[in-house]
T-cell receptor
Framework: NAGVTQTPKFQVLKTGQSMTLQCAQD?????MSWYRQDPGMGLRLIHYSVGAGITDQGEVPNGYNVSRSTTEDFPLRLLSAAPSQTSVYFC???????????FGDGTRLSIL | AQKVTQAQTEISVVEKEDVTLDCVYETRDTTYYLFWYKQPPSGELVFLIR??????QNEISGRYSWNFQKSTSSFNFTITASQVVDSAVYFCALSGFTSGTYKYIFGTGTRLKVLA
């Protein structure tokens, strides 16, 4: 039972590049969400999903896209990376509401 | 607007001391949830507790206890007989629906250092 799996763990991008952060969970949770954590701060919600085919924006959605074609997967796409998107990204899932209960290990992303 | 305040930026205690981490929140929602998470130095995030706004019962789980008081908009977290392994950053969070939009707000965290 892997829980929530995020890949990659580390990534360096150049400004303007695009990439997809992968997130998969094997707990059959309906709710999944993406957060970013900047130094000295708590998490900020980027996007969330309440089930396959249903997504919505969080507090800081600009520059990011998501989709939820299956219950298991919830990828986060950076459309055109900017230095302001340098952060640690966490994916999370929950069985009882959008609020995160199980987290992935995080992806440390640097944009040069 | 929703807001979570963790006024204690950093706390240091000696092992076996009790320590309370404060969390004060603001919301206009009548239904909301409060959370605590732990982030140890290794960086992962660990969910500790969820409490809904209609349940003001205090909760105890081993050495951890939580005191929820709606009258003071506080959801404080106490660690009894602290241990070095409790050293981490602890986050309080608040969620709710405002005007049909889901909001989830984290505090800035309290760094707890437990010294041997």
């Amino acid at each position: 039972n892997a829980g929530v799996t995020q890949t990659p763990k580390f990534q360096v991008l150049k400004t303007g590049q695009s990439m997809t952060l992968q997130c998969a969970q094997d707990m059959n949770h309906e709710y999944m969400s993406w957060y970013r954590q900047d130094p000295g701060m708590g998490l900020r919600l980027i996007h969330y999903s309440v089930g396959a085919g249903i997504t919505d924006q969080g507090e800081v959605p600009n520059g990011y896209n998501v989709s939820r074609s299956t219950t298991e997967d919830f990828p986060l796409r950076l459309l055109s990376a900017a230095p302001s998107q340098t952060s640690v990204y966490f994916c999370a899932s929950s069985y009882s509401g959008p609020q995160p209960q199980h987290f992935g290990d995080g992806t440390r992303l640097s944009i040069l | 607007a929703q807001k979570v305040t963790q006024a204690q930026t950093e706390i240091s205690v000696v092992e076996k001391e009790d320590v309370t981490l404060d969390c004060v929140y603001e919301t206009r929602d009548t239904t909301y949830y409060l959370f605590w998470y732990k982030q140890p130095p290794s960086g992962e995030l660990v969910f500790l507790i969820r409490r809904n706004s209609f349940d003001e019962q205090n909760e105890i789980s081993g050495r951890y206890s939580w005191n929820f008081q709606k009258s003071t908009s506080s959801f404080n977290f106490t660690i009894t007989a602290s241990q070095v392994v409790d050293s981490a950053v602890y986050f309080c969070a608040l969620s709710g629906f405002t005007s049909g939009t889901y909001k989830y707000i984290f505090g800035t965290g309290t760094r707890l250092k437990v010294l041997a």
